[in-house]
């Protein structure tokens, strides 16, 4: 690699995910060949580089609460042999890499912070209650790890569907008594008094509907007036799908006296 393939690719890579919140790449050992980590305190990629195998590697993984990478998943193989790679192989691998990491779905989020007006000063917003939620549900943690890999940031509506939602309904059917439902109870009245717009709506519209009628009647009972009230409401939406308001027809003598 006469031109320094793994500089170039390991460059490009760097510029993209610092906008991301990743830090700087740091190498790893490796015997096979060479790598380096780029990571958040949650999540990492590593750029690999098989010797023996003559191909680059793109790959991820979560990190352990000590900071220690997991088992590392390949996301992407290139085949790139170290006397005949060119400069134009190199940069395609890297474009497929980035591809890779920035997802078909994917939005810098991370560096991205919503605009807030004077009159909408709530900043608790639903990454804040999924991380609150891990107190209750530990296994929410890795959960949301894989989550952020995939797709680069937690996508909440449809995690909170297929993540969120089953774990409550089971704990609130099975134990509607316990300590933990009573923890879940009063973490909904405080993210619901203080969470923002988009968390609120996380809160009634997705987790609250689509809950069954047991579980959500065991836990809207333990809720504070403001919850109890909204929740009401919200919940009469259930399963219905709401149409956009028709725009209205202008009258036939209007439109004739303008056409005068």
Same mark, same amino acid.
């Given at each position: 690699?006469?031109?320094?393939?793994?500089?170039?690719?390991?460059?490009?890579?760097?510029?993209?995910?610092?906008?991301?919140?990743?830090?700087?790449?740091?190498?790893?050992?490796?015997?096979?060949?060479?790598?380096?980590?780029?990571?958040?305190?949650?999540?990492?990629?590593?750029?690999?580089?098989?010797?023996?195998?003559?191909?680059?590697?793109?790959?991820?993984?979560?990190?352990?609460?000590?900071?220690?990478?997991?088992?590392?998943?390949?996301?992407?193989?290139?085949?790139?042999?170290?006397?005949?790679?060119?400069?134009?192989?190199?940069?395609?691998?890297?474009?497929?890499?980035?591809?890779?990491?920035?997802?078909? %779905?994917?939005?810098?989020?991370?560096?991205?912070?919503? /605009?807030? $007006?004077?009159? @909408?000063? *709530?900043? +608790?917003?639903?990454?804040?209650?999924?991380?609150?939620?891990?107190?209750?549900?530990?296994?929410?943690?890795?959960?949301?790890?894989?989550?952020?890999?995939?797709?680069?940031?937690?996508?909440?509506?449809?995690?909170?569907?297929?993540?969120?939602?089953?774990?409550?309904?089971?704990?609130?059917?099975?134990?509607?008594?316990?300590?933990?439902?009573? %923890?879940?109870?009063?973490?909904?009245?405080?993210?619901? /008094?203080? $969470?923002?717009? @988009?968390? *609120?709506? +996380?809160?009634?519209?997705?987790?609250?509907?689509?809950?069954?009628?047991?579980?959500?009647?065991?836990?809207?009972?333990?809720?504070?007036?403001?919850?109890?009230?909204?929740?009401?409401?919200?919940?009469?939406?259930?399963?219905?799908?709401?149409?956009?308001?028709?725009?209205?027809?202008?009258?036939?003598?209007?439109?004739?006296?303008?056409?005068?």
């Amino acid at each position: 690699m006469d031109f320094k393939a793994f500089d170039l690719i390991r460059d490009g890579l760097n510029e993209e995910l610092t906008l991301q919140g990743f830090q700087a790449p740091i190498p790893l050992e490796e015997e096979e060949g060479r790598a380096e980590m780029f990571a958040t305190d949650e999540v990492a990629y590593s750029l690999f580089y098989d010797r023996k195998r003559q191909r680059f590697e793109l790959r991820s993984t979560t990190l352990t609460a000590e900071g220690n990478p997991g088992d590392w998943r390949s996301l992407s193989l290139w085949l790139f042999g170290e006397k005949d790679g060119t400069r134009a192989d190199a940069e395609s691998i890297l474009n497929d890499f980035l591809d890779v990491v920035r997802g078909p %779905k994917r939005v810098a989020v991370v560096q991205q912070k919503k /605009k807030r $007006g004077k009159d @909408d000063e *709530r900043t +608790i917003d639903p990454l804040f209650f999924c991380n609150r939620l891990v107190n209750i549900f530990p296994e929410l943690r890795e959960e949301m790890n894989e989550e952020r890999i995939v797709y680069g940031q937690i996508r909440f509506v449809t995690f909170s569907k297929a993540k969120i939602v089953p774990k409550i309904e089971d704990l609130v059917v099975k134990y509607p008594n316990s300590e933990p439902a009573e %923890k879940l109870s009063s973490l909904f009245d405080d993210m619901y /008094k203080n $969470g923002d717009m @988009d968390l *609120r709506s +996380i809160l009634t519209a997705v987790i609250l509907n689509h809950m069954s009628d047991e579980a959500f009647s065991a836990l809207q009972s333990k809720f504070g007036d403001d919850l109890q009230k909204a929740s009401k409401y919200t919940r009469k939406l259930k399963d219905k799908k709401i149409k956009p308001e028709k725009k209205k027809k202008k009258e036939k003598k209007v439109v004739a006296k303008l056409q005068n």
